[in-house]
C-alpha cells in the first residue's frame, strides 16, 4: 500500500469557456454555491491530512496570494508558459514535486466528497467513474483492472476519467522524466500532461482507477455548466 506525501494543484489555465467571468477571475477561484471551487480541493486535501501542497498558477496569478495568505503552508509556483503552452508546462513547473507519492488534482473542480482524495492507494492511476451514457471527456477501458486503452474523444460505456490521479514515487520520478523529455527535449508543448502515462510513454506505466460514483466531483467548464451548478450565474447565459 502506497501514502499519498504532496499534491499538486494544477491551476494555471485561463477558463476561456467561462469568459467573461474568467477574464478578471481566474477560474479555480470562482465561487460556486459560497464556495471556492479551489478551496473545496485545499479543504478535502488537507481532511485527509495531506498538507503539503503546491498549486501551480498562472493566469492572474496574483490572485492566488490570498489563499496563501488563508493556507499559510501552500507553495504557490507560477507557470511562466501558461498563455502559449497547454498544460504540460503546469507539470513541467511543478516537476521538483515529483519526487515521492503524489496525488495530481485539478483546481478548477467542486469536490463534494472528501473521502475520495484519501491517502493510501495500491497502484498509480486515475479517479474514474463508469459511464453508460455518452460523455466527451476521456473514456479509459480494463483489462483485469489495468487500463489497457483511453479515447480522447469520449464515448460510452466506459470508465470516464476525472482530474484526480495518484502516483507510486517511482511512477513520479518516471513521470517527472518523461515530462523533462518532452518539454525541453523534443519541445512538445501543446500538449497534456495526462498524454505522457496515457498515449506517449503508455508502455513505461502499468495504471489502475480509483472508482468512484461520479457525483462526489462536480466539473464545471462552460458558463451553462456553471449556471447549472449555482443560478446567480444565469444572467451571463446569452439568448
Same mark, same amino acid.
Given at each position: 500500500?502506497?501514502?499519498?506525501? $504532496?499534491?499538486?494543484?494544477?491551476?494555471?489555465?485561463?477558463?476561456?469557456?467561462?469568459?467573461?467571468?474568467?477574464?478578471?477571475?481566474?477560474?479555480?477561484?470562482?465561487?460556486?454555491?459560497?464556495?471556492?471551487?479551489?478551496?473545496?480541493?485545499?479543504?478535502?486535501?488537507?481532511?485527509?491530512?495531506?498538507?503539503?501542497?503546491?498549486?501551480?498558477?498562472?493566469?492572474?496569478?496574483?490572485?492566488?496570494?490570498?489563499?496563501?495568505?488563508?493556507?499559510?503552508?501552500?507553495?504557490?509556483?507560477?507557470?511562466?508558459?501558461?498563455?502559449? %503552452?497547454?498544460?504540460?508546462?503546469?507539470?513541467? *513547473?511543478?516537476?521538483?514535486?515529483?519526487?515521492? %507519492?503524489?496525488?495530481?488534482?485539478?483546481?478548477?473542480?467542486?469536490?463534494?466528497?472528501?473521502?475520495?482524495?484519501?491517502? *493510501?492507494?495500491?497502484?498509480?492511476?486515475?479517479?474514474?467513474?463508469?459511464?453508460?451514457?455518452?460523455?466527451?471527456?476521456?473514456?479509459?477501458?480494463?483489462?483485469?483492472?489495468?487500463?489497457?486503452? %483511453?479515447?480522447?474523444?469520449? =464515448?460510452?460505456?466506459?470508465?470516464?476519467?476525472? =482530474?484526480?490521479?495518484?502516483?507510486?514515487?517511482?511512477?513520479?520520478? $518516471?513521470?517527472?522524466?518523461?515530462?523533462?523529455?518532452?518539454?525541453?527535449? $523534443?519541445?512538445?508543448?501543446?500538449?497534456?500532461?495526462?498524454?505522457?502515462?496515457?498515449?506517449?510513454? *503508455?508502455?513505461?506505466?502499468?495504471? =489502475?482507477?480509483?472508482?468512484? $460514483?461520479?457525483?462526489?466531483?462536480?466539473?464545471?467548464?462552460?458558463?451553462?455548466?456553471?449556471?447549472?451548478?449555482?443560478?446567480?450565474?444565469?444572467?451571463?447565459?446569452?439568448?
Amino acid at each position: 500500500m502506497n501514502e499519498i506525501k $504532496k499534491a499538486v494543484i494544477m491551476a494555471a489555465g485561463k477558463g476561456e469557456r467561462l469568459r467573461p467571468i474568467t477574464l478578471t477571475t481566474p477560474k479555480p477561484l470562482i465561487c460556486v454555491n459560497g464556495k471556492c471551487m479551489i478551496e473545496t480541493v485545499i479543504n478535502g486535501l488537507m481532511e485527509n491530512e495531506i498538507s503539503d501542497i503546491c498549486v501551480v498558477v498562472g493566469h492572474l496569478g496574483e490572485q492566488f496570494t490570498k489563499l496563501k495568505q488563508k493556507y499559510p503552508d501552500l507553495t504557490l509556483i507560477q507557470n511562466r508558459y501558461y498563455e502559449s %503552452c497547454n498544460n504540460i508546462s503546469s507539470l513541467y *513547473s511543478a516537476k521538483e514535486f515529483l519526487d515521492d %507519492c503524489v496525488m495530481l488534482i485539478d483546481g478548477d473542480q467542486m469536490i463534494n466528497d472528501p473521502s475520495i482524495l484519501g491517502r *493510501s492507494f495500491d497502484r498509480s492511476g486515475y479517479t474514474a467513474a463508469w459511464t453508460d451514457s455518452y460523455t466527451n471527456e476521456w473514456l479509459m477501458t480494463l483489462t483485469d483492472d489495468i487500463v489497457s486503452g %483511453c479515447s480522447r474523444n469520449g =464515448g460510452k460505456h466506459g470508465w470516464q476519467l476525472y =482530474g484526480v490521479s495518484r502516483w507510486t514515487k517511482e511512477d513520479a520520478k $518516471k513521470l517527472r522524466t518523461h515530462t523533462i523529455l518532452e518539454f525541453e527535449t $523534443k519541445q512538445n508543448k501543446d500538449i497534456y500532461w495526462d498524454d505522457i502515462p496515457m498515449f506517449l510513454h *503508455s508502455s513505461e506505466y502499468e495504471l =489502475g482507477i480509483s472508482k468512484i $460514483k461520479g457525483n462526489e466531483i462536480r466539473e464545471i467548464d462552460t458558463i451553462a455548466e456553471l449556471a447549472a451548478a449555482d443560478p446567480k450565474y444565469s444572467e451571463y447565459i446569452k439568448d
